[in-house]
């Protein structure tokens, strides 16, 4: 059996902050809840997960013989020559939010109850995850017993840096984006009594005792964004994506308030601008013969086989209107009619408060699976919701939702080229490089216009 000796350790400090929600889930009760430390009483990511996209990432990056030469393959002789810790949360305890969700059959269309993950219980068609906020900070440290993977590794941390690496599950919703707040690094020299009398106080050693390797971090390159598209405009009226929390308002009345993350604005998540997009591109997808555009774009889970693809699309989280505005905004009120007698249901009364204002939405496609036929998709999609065709969140049949688009700019992040396609007055599309032609043809095979 081969033996692995070293002269060094290379000890990371890595502090990140959460730039997206995070979950990382941990199958127990009634909802989806967040990992909790069994002695800290705090969130925490464990340190499988962070190895193991890391890992995944590396594979990528450098091939699986280089990974397997710095994580291991867990055979005799062939261990793992880096150590990642839990990410423990520090400060104040993060903000906690729950979201609704809810599951839907592709075979019929419909919402349907599953098996709640971990558990041998059936949920119902309607579901909550809870998420450890944006803004969060957390540390962990790296040990790296190989001198020579010195500078893949820190390009490894660079990526996770750029948002290259997620963390934790619901990543096509725009979760488990990170952003590095510090990077330390410390080499003990393990022939050097100075650096071993260090080494067994290594735990004790404060932030300032490592070199800032962060400023100097190389962040070009590797496996990332094919393109980034932007949706800017407006809501047509009001808008609302229903939160967990209803409140009685006295009575039989209910009261009814979009969705809110942890700094308390008022957004429309990354899983409801996903399915709402989704549900069109299917439709349109169907239409054309090309189903299959909707595998490479959101993946599928693992079968029975153990086969499993993921997606290459990535929607996030987008904040609508001023906060203060929308605080301002009367309530609206509205009745439960009884679909068999025609009437208004008992206690059908109930008010919701709806939201309004100007809006961006933020989608990405990765370089994988096609990303010029998902793009050229998501643009047909994006089009049917510049003219009306698509709603974001409740409300639909009384005309809520619907967004007043006012310009879809498409940046080519290989080639840093981008078009626009503008919707106000008589409309323009300015596409010198020929980005959108080239997003229709893969989806068409022929060129097409908007």
């Known amino acids: 059996m081969a033996v692995c000796t070293y002269e060094k350790i290379i000890k990371y400090r890595v502090a990140a902050c959460c730039t997206q929600p995070l979950h990382i889930g941990n199958a127990m009760g009634n909802k989806e809840e967040v990992l909790i430390h069994p002695v800290d009483d705090l969130p925490f990511i464990q340190a499988s997960s ?113 948002g290259l690496v997620q963390l934790g599950g619901l990543k096509s919703s725009g979760c488990g984006f990170l952003k590095l707040q510090a990077l330390g690094k410390k080499v003990f020299t393990m022939t050097q009594a100075q650096d071993r009398r260090a080494w067994a106080k290594e735990d004790e050693l404060p932030a300032d005792a490592y070199d800032d390797i962060l400023t100097g971090l190389r962040t070009e390159g590797g496996q990332g964004t094919a393109y980034e598209i932007f949706v800017s405009g407006r809501t047509e009226g009001s808008m609302l994506v229903k939160s967990i929390a209803i409140t009685n308002a006295g009575g039989n009345t209910s009261f009814c308030t979009n969705l809110k993350n942890a700094a308390q604005e008022h957004i429309v998540p990354g899983s409801s601008l996903k ?102 998709l998501l643009l047909l999609a994006l089009r049917d919701l510049a003219v009306g065709l698509v709603n974001i969140g409740s409300g639909y049949g009384v005309g809520k939702g619907m967004i007043a688009v ?36 893969a989806v068409y095979g022929k060129e097409q216009a908007v």
């Open 50 to 162: 962070i190895a193991g996209v890391c890992r995944d990432y590396f594979a990528k990056e450098y091939g699986e013989s280089a990974a397997e030469q710095l994580f291991g393959t867990g055979e005799a002789g062939c261990g793992s020559r880096i150590c990642f810790t839990d990410g423990i949360f520090s400060g104040d305890r993060p903000v906690l939010e729950l979201r609704p969700r809810v599951r839907i059959d592709r075979r019929t269309g419909s919402c349907g109850s599953s098996m709640i993950k971990g558990t041998g219980q059936q949920s119902g068609h309607k579901f909550q995850v809870e998420y450890i906020g944006a803004g969060a900070e957390f540390v962990c440290y790296i040990y790296l017993y190989e001198e020579s993977m010195a500078q893949q590794t820190e390009r490894m941390l660079a990526a996770v840096h750029q």
């Open 406 to 441: 006012e310009r879809i700019v498409m940046k080519d992040e290989k080639h840093h080229t981008e078009a626009t396609v503008t919707f106000s007055d008589a409309g323009s599309i300015a596409d010198g490089h020929g980005l959108i032609a080239k997003c229709l043809q």
């Open 275 to 376: 399915g709402a997009l989704r549900n069109q591109m299917e439709k349109i997808a169907d239409y054309l013969g090309r189903q299959e555009l909707i595998t490479d774009t959101f993946g599928y889970t693992k079968d029975a086989a153990g086969d499993g693809k993921a997606g290459n699309i990535v929607f996030y989280d987008t904040v609508v209107g001023k906060k203060e505005e929308n605080e301002r905004m009367e309530l609206s009120s509205r009745i439960h009619i009884d679909k068999f007698t025609g009437g208004v249901m008992d206690g059908g009364l109930f008010q919701e408060k709806n939201i309004a204002g100007e809006l961006e939405f933020h989608i990405s496609v990765k370089d994988k699976n096609n990303p010029d036929s998902t793009s050229g």
